[in-house]
């Protein structure tokens, strides 16, 4: 059974840090990109970052180079998400997911086969 279970998250001060991390299980996990995207109450999921698999090449939406960091530890199965310098618009459901082979982009939510079942972020102001 694929499964991804997410930890971390939780309430932060704006300019604070937060971890993410989604533990893998069921699939090869190297053969496999990872990703992490986000729902915002009313707003459509959007990607934030991904890691390829293969040469774990990274990935992330333009507006959030520079605080946001997607690595992964392929003997635990695990890809976090290092987040810097919150803001209260990173307030949003955390989620990853999976998608097989070599992606050379942040994917759109649609192309990825399995979740995480979302971590919430909230950021105060």
């Known amino acids: 059974e694929v499964q991804l279970v997410q930890s971390g998250g939780g309430l932060v001060q704006a300019g604070g840090s937060l971890r993410l991390s989604c533990a893998a299980s069921g699939f090869t996990f190297d053969d496999y990109a990872i990703g992490w995207f986000r729902q915002a109450p009313g707003k459509e999921r959007e990607g934030v970052s991904c890691i390829s698999s293969s040469d774990g090449s990274t990935y992330y939406e333009d507006s959030l180079k520079g605080r946001f960091t997607i690595s992964r530890d392929i003997p635990k199965n695990t890809v976090y998400l290092q987040m810097n310098s919150l803001k209260p618009e990173d307030t949003a459901v955390y989620y990853c997911?999976?998608?097989?082979?070599?992606?050379?982009?942040?994917?759109?939510?649609?192309?990825?086969?399995?979740w995480g079942k979302g971590t919430l972020v909230t950021v105060s102001s």
């Open positions: 997911a999976a998608t097989i082979g070599i992606v050379n982009s942040v994917p759109h939510y649609n192309g990825m086969d399995y």
